[in-house]
Nanobody, 117 residues
Framework: QVHVYECGGGLVQAGGSLRLSCATS????????MGWFRQAPGREHEFVSS????????SYADFVKGRFIISRDNAKNTVYLQMNNLKPEDTAVYYC??????????WGQGTQVTVSS
């Protein structure tokens, strides 16, 4: 069973940057589609970004296009989310996900990102 661990959240001023990292246990990281979701207070989870097993296919929600960049290093079992030009509305708990070939999704515990105005 894969486990997913996020880190890198914190408090930043509007316009600033943060980089989230997500590592997984196990030996099959390269077979997973990795993704990021977020949940703001009082709101549902929403998709942020995802990246295919080889890093060649990346998808972004419209509200982060041009600001966030997802990448992965299969040698380190790690996926990253570089978040630039952060806005107060980006404040949320960010969750990393690992989706396998049978579309089973494992979620991390989440990391808080707070953007002050």
């Amino acid at each position: 069973q894969v486990h997913v661990y996020e880190c890198g959240g914190g408090l930043v001023q509007a316009g600033g940057s943060l980089r989230l990292s997500c590592a997984t246990s196990g030996q099959t990281f390269s077979s997973y589609t990795m993704g990021w979701f977020r949940q703001a207070p009082g709101r549902e989870h929403e998709f942020v970004s995802s990246i295919g097993w080889d890093g060649g296919t990346a998808s972004y929600a419209d509200f982060v296009k041009g600001r966030f960049i997802i990448s992965r290093d299969n040698a380190k079992n790690t996926v990253y989310l570089q978040m630039n030009n952060l806005k107060p509305e980006d404040t949320a708990v960010y969750y990393c996900t690992a989706r396998d070939g049978r579309d089973h999704i494992t979620w991390g515990q989440g990391t808080q990102v707070t953007v002050s105005s």
